[in-house]
Nanobody, 119 residues
Framework: QVQLVESGGGLVQVGGSLRLSCAAS????????MGWFRQAPGKEREFVAG????????SYADSVKGRFTISRDNAKNTVYLQMNSLKPEDTAVYYC????????????WGQGTQVTVSS
């Protein structure tokens, strides 16, 4: 199994920045990629960004392109989400998750961290 622990959430004003971290432990050698997701109250969970462990290929939701950056530190088994120019609509619980193959599902999830953007 893989254990994921997120940190770095909090309250920030519109236009501000936050950096989320997701530390992985356990069977980290089985991870193919890591993703960040978010879920706002009353809404479905949505994909935010993803990165592959070996080659660092990145993907983003259109709503965060140009504002969010995903990165990884393989030595620390940690993935980061740098969030800039935050908007009220970015308010959500943010989760990291991992999958073991390109076509697999995200089967390990963290507990989530709250991000609140105040206007």
């Amino acid at each position: 199994q893989v254990q994921l622990v997120e940190s770095g959430g909090g309250l920030v004003q519109v236009g501000g920045s936050l950096r989320l971290s997701c530390a992985a432990s356990g069977r980290t050698f089985s991870m193919y990629s890591m993703g960040w997701f978010r879920q706002a109250p009353g809404k479905e969970r949505e994909f935010v960004a993803g990165i592959t462990w070996n080659y660092g290929y990145r993907s983003y939701a259109d709503s965060v392109k140009g504002r969010f950056t995903i990165s990884r530190d393989n030595a620390k088994n940690t993935v980061y989400l740098q969030m800039n120019s935050l908007k009220p609509e970015d308010t959500a619980v943010y989760y990291c998750a991992t999958k073991e193959s390109p076509t697999g599902v995200y089967n390990y999830w963290g507990q989530g961290t709250q991000v609140t953007v105040s206007s």
